[in-house]
């Protein structure tokens, strides 16, 4: 493993622990809000994600920002956490915790509204046109963390307190400065923009673009709603947090989307991970709550017992649950293609039951599209006029490939492309190649009948 890969893997496990480390904070403090909790989570998504991204690609700058907006915010959110914790216990540093987490959140969010637009899916800027909203983001994100940083005033909003480096003979320039952040709300609504007049280089960056800015959009919708909601009382204290949570979620949910169907960065090698990854990490997030809430109605509090309680259910579940996910994942994506062996005898059983070369025939397509996820697969003899075997229907894109057996082509082999395919990758066309080269002799036999 080469220096960013195991970088990216470290940085992605730190973005984990210190989620974990918010909430165990947090519990002992006061107890964790749902609400509280679901947004944290949905940062984590952030990092896990641009994990995996950088492991595949390092090259590419879209894995990185979405790592670095995961560890920004939940290192403001563990810093939160210990500042609360600190005004419970009398711990030392609060101030500076308060202090420190507060310059970290307007970073994180210039990523998400200006940089990660204007740079996905490439990892570049979309022309030199765009440069100036990427340059004008960071420097009023420089200015105004610095202003932020010695603005007199309340700083924090769990149990606000006056900014300990506040310099007074300047405050109100230094507040004027610091409000300047809200002009990254029309620079993210440039690189929004930016996403519909672009240059597609392929079909396959279309969809990708697409579903991103479908996410943008549907983020900007129920961010809005939060808001609404917000100023109803009877929603306030739940729904609009957790409105929020789901808007800071989307984006990430569309570029997973773009990663999982249209093969983004040709990241098959890890998809089954990082689907794997998503489910462990939800499975744990839900033992985590649950025995945090259980332990602490049978402490009357969260307890240092509480959280090894909770840290040992979790470590188990992971631990238990991993190389059953996978497979499954893998064998829901992918079919058998991740086991030929299988795949191959499974089609020679088949072949064995069937009563008639047609049975048969008919069995091996069906194989091939079980085994492959495949919607649709025909195969054609030569030299025959009657209908090909056909499993599925052709809506998407068709490959031929022709089958032979002792060099000679003796029928034709068509398989329909999954969703947002644009080709044959290693893996399946090995595969397909090793399936079409054991029906190559029941084809034969097809056509001298």
């Not at 983020?219 to 949570?245: E, K, N």
């Not at 991993?322 to 064998?331: A, C, G, L, P, T």
Request: charged letters at 15%.
């Amino acid at each position: 493993m080469r220096g960013p890969e195991r970088l990216s893997v470290a940085l992605g496990a730190l973005v984990v622990l210190m989620w974990a480390a918010s909430l165990l904070l947090r519990w002992s403090a006061s107890g964790a809000e749902i609400a509280e909790t679901a947004w944290q989570l949905s940062f984590v998504a952030y990092g896990v994600l641009g994990a995996l991204l950088v492991r595949r690609r390092p090259d590419v700058s879209v894995g990185w920002l979405l790592l670095m907006t995961g560890l920004l915010v939940e290192a403001a959110a563990v810093l939160d956490a210990y500042a609360l914790r600190a005004s419970v216990e009398g711990w030392p540093a609060e101030s500076g915790m308060r202090w420190l987490q507060s310059l970290l959140w307007l970073p994180a969010l210039s990523i998400v509204l200006v940089q990660l637009p204007l740079r996905f899916p490439t990892g570049t800027l979309p022309g030199p046109r765009w440069r100036w909203v990427s340059v004008t983001a960071v420097v009023i994100v420089g200015a105004a963390t610095v202003a932020t940083a010695f603005a007199p005033g309340p700083i924090g909003e769990d149990l606000p307190i006056d900014n300990p480096f506040g310099i007074t003979a300047i405050g109100g320039f230094l507040q004027v400065l610091a409000g300047s952040g809200a002009l990254l709300l029309p620079l993210g609504i440039a690189s929004f923009v930016s996403l519909f007049f672009r240059r597609h280089q392929s079909v396959r960056e279309h969809l990708q673009l697409r579903w991103f800015g479908f996410s943008l959009a549907l983020a900007c919708t129920v961010a809005l709603l939060s808001v609404l909601l917000g100023s109803d009382a009877r929603f306030s204290s739940v729904v609009g947090p957790l409105l929020v949570a789901v808007a800071v979620a989307v984006p990430a949910v569309g570029i997973a989307v773009a990663v999982l169907r249209h093969r983004l960065y040709e990241i098959d090698a890890v998809i089954s991970r990082s689907a794997t990854y998503a489910i462990l990490s939800v499975g744990a997030a839900g033992v985590a709550l649950g025995s945090g809430a259980v332990t602490s109605a049978i402490a009357g509090g969260g307890t240092a017992a509480g959280a090894a309680v909770t840290a040992v259910l979790v470590a188990f579940a992971v631990h238990g649950s991993w190389r059953w996910v996978q497979r499954r994942v893998e064998k829901a994506v992918y079919g058998e293609r991740g086991d030929p062996l299988r795949a191959i005898r499974v089609l020679g059983d088949r072949l064995e039951l069937a009563a008639s070369i047609d049975d048969a025939l008919e069995a091996a397509a069906s194989t091939l599209a079980t085994s492959l996820r495949l919607p649709f697969v025909s195969i054609r003899i030569r030299g025959l006029s009657a209908p090909p075997f056909v499993v599925g229907g052709t809506e998407g894109l068709v490959v031929s490939l022709p089958i032979t057996t002792q060099g000679v082509a003796v029928a034709d082999l068509e398989v329909g492309l999954r969703r947002g395919d644009t080709g044959l990758d290693g893996p399946d066309a090995e595969l397909i190649g090793e399936l079409a080269r054991s029906i190559g002799p029941l084809c034969q036999a097809a056509a001298l009948a």
